[in-house]
């Protein structure tokens, strides 16, 4: 057990290391809805904002004519008024279809986003899960997801509105005086180079907000996940104040970067003051050197603030953007971590339906960074037969289901699945042909019914009752209330540890796989149920190959072979009555078993 | 449901709590909203200053004094920096008061989570309470961002409609046309959107739940190859969600025109009535571009007030799921009785019956004692009421008839906390903390390193926690998931036997453990490792044995009792339980 395996730990990427543009651009390519009609909507949004810098403009001309010295010059107001009108009916006609298209494109690309990153999580390796926290997890899938959409469909509107407004505003100054827009440009200048070094550290602290969003939501967890232990030890108090800091260090980290985003924004209206003054002073002495009129400074001053407002407006939308950008990295970091295990897909090997003839050559694992559990493991299970391995906890024997399910890749050597390395088999028929029941039976808050079906997807009332009574627990089937309609409630309030693993039995019955893999499944259940589904489960192996994980010697007595596993090796291997009669660990450990039946 | 009145009504009734809550970030946010509103207008009047005393004189007179252009630089930039500084209030404040009300509602909200007692937790969802403690939180403060800018708004509109007044009569009558027409659109959008927008915050709720369960069932989904399905049960709510976010957004869009046109509209009514006006001598030029350059002032700004309007929906909802929590009773009564400090206490079950749900008994007058230092075995095939009885004596639920005694004291007399400092429980399935595996076995309690590795060393936890990288310094992670079941049950027995309980109850502590070590721990614990009074759920003879007496249970009701031998030879259903192994190997 000294070898060290150096490999790192695989943790679901942060994303942190992905740039802003890059975030975009792969966002884009991860939901190609953001992209379609991009152009139409860009095209919109510029008819938009055209409107909304004409509107100010001709109520100001009809001013200046209206009501100017000389008289009003009604044909002219009238012209200028209606001009003003149309140009209110077509900004708002624009921006009505530039804002649904907007909400319509970030949506279902955001809805492809959430889906492929919730696939992407299950994809993941089992280690590569364990990593995270699974409240973590959900917050990619959800509030992450969130942050984008509440971005795109408003920030998205004002950042083009606003770079379009820019631009309109800047040919507009150079049309009037390229020195004066010189000076505006001078003046927002600092603003501009400051924006970088501003963006960088928001887009810290928001990262920093949505981390401890996370660990705040495993905190949260815990007085429901844990409620009865917590009630049991009377822990509330310190339960609280662990919940308490989480919610104190995410109130911290969301309040940091709130004054980050107020104290850049602020930022916009002081250029502002500066380019105001800056257009006064050097239109002033312009118009000594005959450049300009006292009219043109004021009509100039008044560009000015068609600059000013869209400016403002684009700094707020780029620091709300980096809390979004925040999330929408960590969205995409989940989708950037390999998912292993691939899968070979429609590549892949199609196992025959039948019992499988399972192998380990020179198979060895280690947990990254650990050393290795499981060594030297070479084993050929014949089609058909029943397989006990034993061993003290800890010894490697789960270890062994999880690769033989394939839940984990061997360190080095192969898995064999009739002949097919594992990793060869398209996942869909390696899950069809290959059923692991673990220890704690998983339940969703469904019925019972929806949860047997995960073993058989529309499975009839008829054939999983026929399942339970070929199990031998139709008796249990019949004391629940509702039957099949009982809701079982996720943390199974509803059912007992034992209750849980019958309803995973149940599933991997009705699964019918060809190659079954019990790992402790039951051992929750009292002896004497233990012993009827023995019998069932045997009734269940047979025509099939089984490899069962067993503590209690029982299972071994009945197996055509045991597996003894002994600090990552195989120590001993033979049928049981072989074994006991050897000395050696087997029979040791069937000593020890006896005397604990011997009362 | 709701009616969008209602909605509105509310919503303010929401911010008021908010305020009342938070008066003095409030007030602050405001101030600097109403100084930032105040600021924007003064811009117009610097503007106005710097052509009457710089420009126009300058251009007539062909020179200008240094003071004059210092006085414009001063001006601008000075109005500028009051204004950063109401910004900076304003937004600033806006996120502490909005922040400050989500933190004071998530404590409360997982308060009331440690308060209220099992049966209301067994009644709710956990999908739904991890999101009634985030996203609904998150939700009922929504409207907070958006507050002071709106109410800096409401002040500028009355300071504008002052000043309309002042110019002129007729036209401000018409200017003012302009705010309840805006005030009318965004109240018709509400009650268009409201509908949508409860729905996508229920969805949103479904949704995470969805994620919740799914990755914490993540290997089961793996193993069955379900990933597939799972999604396609993911992607349904959420392109459910998409569609009505889609939905309410087309809404959005054909509103957010219109309030945005309106002032513009009213500026060309004005001005062509002001024209008017002016040729008839009614009113003088200036006092029309007043009230036309008012209207487009307030024209952005007054949107603001939509922007807090458009939060309602979402909030009212929000803060309905948290008050629910919040208002839930039901929380355990205590006594004032207090238990002995130490020796092993004695233990009295009075005729205890229990259900669930009315008219399905899980117990059903279950009556026996237990004598300080003595021991009993809960035997009975699965489902047959032994986890729910251990529930009882830790006092997770209270029954529904009968009493139960420790030290002669009903347990609902103690007083809080009492019963935990003479009982512990090692459940079924063991729950471990995000902590350190120290952290997980004394639960906060001062307790030396020693013990803490004798509980470890008695529970055959200790060989493993000190091949641990930082040994009783590691950390376990959520669920502690880097452990197996076997040691997690390990680390939970370890957690029980630490605190030297004067009762100790195992419901099937070692299930997962495999018999060698478990016969260890059974030894350990025989030779004098506790000598509390013990209740253990079994079904292995070995630990059977540990007991003086067994109750055998079936259906919910002790069927018979006595010493194990005894049961052994006079019950046959009792043998047939407990010897299943034996007649199996008879069998085989």
Same mark, same amino acid.
């Given at each position: 057990? !000294? ?71 009604? &044909? ?19 921006? +009505?279809?530039? @804002? ?11 809805? @492809? ?62 049309? +009037? ?86 104290? !850049? ?12 003054? &800056? ?13 300009? !009129? ?71 694992? =280690? +947990?990254?960074? =650990? ?170 192996? !047979? ?40 000395? &050696? ?15 | ?6 909605? *509105? ?237 889609? %939905? ?19 500026? *060309? ?51 309905? %799921? ?91 007399? *103690? ?63 959520? %669920? ?109």
């Amino acid at each position: 057990m !000294s070898t060290t395996v150096t490999a790192p730990e695989p943790v679901v990427g942060t994303g942190a290391e992905i740039s802003a543009m890059a975030t975009i651009r792969r966002g884009m390519q991860i939901s190609p809805e953001l992209r379609q009609g991009l152009g139409v909507t860009l095209l919109l949004a510029l008819v938009a904002t055209i409107g909304q810098v004409v509107v100010p403009i001709t109520v100001q001309k009809t001013i200046d004519h209206g009501l100017g010295p000389q008289g009003a010059d009604i &044909g002219y107001m009238v012209r200028m008024g209606v001009l003003a009108a149309v140009a209110i009916l077509a900004t708002g006609l624009a921006s +009505y279809a530039m @804002t649904s298209r907007l909400f319509t494109q970030a949506e279902r690309g955001l809805a @492809t986003l959430r889906i492929k990153a919730f696939r992407h999580v299950h994809d993941l390796p089992l280690l590569t899960q364990n990593t995270e926290r699974r409240g973590a997890l959900v917050s990619r899938v959800t509030s992450d997801v969130d942050q984008v959409s509440q971005f795109l469909v408003f920030g998205g509107i004002f950042a083009i509105v606003s770079v379009g407004q820019i631009t309109v505003a800047t040919v507009i100054m150079l049309f +009037y005086s390229w020195q004066l827009c010189l000076v505006v440009w001078i003046c927002f200048a600092p603003l501009f180079l400051s924006l970088k070094w501003f963006q960088q550290r928001l887009s810290d602290a928001y990262g920093i907000v949505r981390a401890q969003v996370g660990v705040m939501l495993g905190a949260i967890a815990e007085p429901v996940v844990g409620a009865a232990v917590i009630r049991a030890y009377a822990v509330q108090d310190r339960t609280q104040a662990r919940i308490d800091e989480a919610i104190a260090t995410n109130q911290a980290a969301a309040t940091k970067a709130q004054g980050f985003t107020a104290f !850049s924004f602020s930022l916009g209206g002081l250029s502002g003051g500066l380019a105001n003054a &800056g257009v006064i002073v050097i239109g002033i002495w312009l118009g000594f050197a005959g450049v300009l !009129s006292a009219g043109e400074v004021i009509a100039f001053a008044f560009l000015v603030t068609l600059f000013v407002g869209p400016v403002q407006m684009g700094t707020q939308v780029l620091t709300d953007a980096q809390n979004a950008l925040a999330g929408w990295r960590r969205v995409i970091g989940v989708l950037e971590t390999p998912a292993e295990l691939v899968d070979p897909g429609a590549d892949g090997e199609v196992l025959p339906r039948g019992p499988i003839d399972v192998e380990f050559r020179d198979v060895s694992f =280690g +947990y990254p960074g =650990g050393p290795l559990v499981l060594q030297d493991i070479d084993l050929h299970v014949e089609a058909g037969t029943r397989v006990a391995v034993v061993g003290e906890t800890g010894s490697g024997k789960s270890t062994l289901a999880k690769l033989l399910t394939r839940l984990m890749d061997p360190t080095s050597g192969s898995v064999l699945l009739d002949g097919v390395d594992v990793r060869r088999v398209a996942n869909a028929s390696l899950r069809r042909s290959v059923v692991l029941v673990p220890q704690e039976g998983f339940l969703i808050d469904e019925t019972l019914r929806a949860n047997a079906q995960w073993g058989r997807a529309g499975a009839t009332d008829e054939e999983i009752l026929a399942s339970a009574d070929e199990l031998g627990i139709s008796d249990w089937l019949d004391t629940l209330p509702r039957g099949l309609d009982t809701r079982v409630g996720q943390r199974g309030e509803a059912m007992s540890a034992g209750e849980r693993q019958l309803v995973a039995l149940l599933r991997a019955h009705l699964a019918d796989p060809d190659l079954l893999v019990l790992d402790e499944a039951t051992s929750a259940v009292d002896p004497q149920l233990e012993m009827r589904m023995a019998r069932a489960l045997e009734q269940l192996m !047979s025509g099939r190959t089984s490899v069962t994980i067993a503590h209690r010697l029982t299972t071994a007595e009945n197996a055509d072979e045991v597996v003894v596993v002994d600090h990552g090796r195989i120590v001993q291997r033979g049928p049981h009555a072989v074994l006991v009669t050897r000395p &050696g660990p087997y029979a040791d450990l069937h000593a020890s078993w006896v005397a604990q039946q011997a009362h | 449901m709701s009616t969008p009145t209602s909605t *509105l009504r509310d919503g303010f009734a929401v911010l008021g709590v908010a305020i009342r809550r938070e008066p003095l970030i409030f007030t602050v946010s405001t101030l600097g909203s109403v100084l930032f509103g105040a600021l924007t207008v003064a811009d117009a009047w610097v503007l106005g200053w710097a052509t009457d005393h710089a420009v126009t004189p300058a251009f007539r007179d062909g020179h200008i004094s240094a003071s004059i252009l210092w006085a414009v630089v001063g001006l601008f930039v000075g109005v500028a920096i009051l204004r950063a500084v109401g910004i900076v209030a304003r937004r600033l404040g806006a996120g502490v008061m909005q922040y400050r009300l989500q933190a004071h509602d998530r404590r409360a909200v997982t308060r009331q989570y440690l308060r209220l007692p099992m049966e209301w937790h067994q009644q709710h969802p956990t999908g739904e309470l991890l999101s009634n403690a985030n996203a609904d939180v998150e939700a009922a403060w929504s409207p907070i961002a958006p507050l002071p800018m709106a109410v800096g708004t409401v002040v500028m509109m009355v300071i504008a409609i002052a000043q309309m007044f002042a110019a002129d009569l007729v036209l401000a009558l018409i200017g003012l046309l302009v705010f309840p027409i805006v005030v009318l659109t965004t109240v018709t959008y509400q009650n268009a959107a409201s509908p949508l927008m409860t729905r996508a915050q229920a969805l949103r709720g479904t949704l995470s739940g969805i994620a919740h369960e799914s990755f914490e069932g993540a290997q089961v989904v793996k193993t069955l190859g379900r990933e597939a399905d799972e999604t396609e049960r993911f992607a349904a709510v959420a392109r459910e969600l998409r569609d009505v976010n889609v %939905r309410a957004g087309r809404i959005r869009a054909a509103f957010d025109p219109v309030i945005a046109a309106v002032p513009s509209l009213g500026v *060309l009514v004005v001005l062509a009535v002001g024209v008017a006006r002016v040729q008839a001598g009614d009113t003088a030029p200036g006092d029309v571009v007043t009230i036309g350059y008012l209207l487009t002032i307030v024209a952005m700004p007054i949107r603001s007030i939509g922007w807090l309007l458009g939060e309602f929906p979402r909030s009212v909802v929000g803060f309905r %799921r948290v008050t629910r929590v919040l208002a839930a009773t039901g929380e355990m009564q205590y006594g004032g009785s207090a238990l002995p400090a130490s020796g092993a206490a004695s233990l009295a079950v009075e005729r205890v019956s229990y259900a669930y749900e009315p008219g399905a008994p899980v117990l059903t007058d279950i009556d026996f004692s237990l004598e300080p230092g003595r021991s009993v075995a809960l035997v009975g095939a699965t489902a047959s009421g032994k986890s729910t009885l251990t529930t009882l004596i830790t006092r997770l639920v209270d029954p529904d008839a009968g009493a139960i005694r420790v030290d002669g004291v009903d347990l609902r007399d *103690l007083s809080a906390g009492e019963l935990a400092r003479a009982v512990a429980v090692v459940p079924q399935s063991a729950f471990l903390f995000d902590d350190t595996v120290r952290g997980n076995v004394t639960l906060g309690a001062d307790v030396p390193d020693a013990d803490v590795w004798a509980a470890l060393r008695t529970a055959q936890a200790d060989g493993f926690v000190a091949a641990l990288p930082h040994g009783l310094d590691t950390k376990l992670g959520e %669920r502690g998931t880097s452990l197996s079941g076997g040691q997690r049950q390990r680390i939970s027995l370890a957690r029980a036997l630490v605190r030297k309980p004067r009762l100790l109850v195992l419901d099937d502590a070692t299930s997962a453990v495999d018999p060698e070590v478990e016969a260890r721990i059974l030894e350990a614990l025989r030779d004098g490792a506790t000598t509390a009074t013990l209740v253990v759920v079994a079904y292995r003879k070995a630990t059977i044995a540990l007991a003086d007496e067994v109750l055998h249970l079936a259906d919910g009701r002790i069927v018979d009792r006595g010493p194990h031998t005894a049961l052994i030879q006079r019950s046959p259903a009792y043998a047939d339980l407990v010897n299943a192994y034996e007649t199996q190997q008879e069998d085989a």
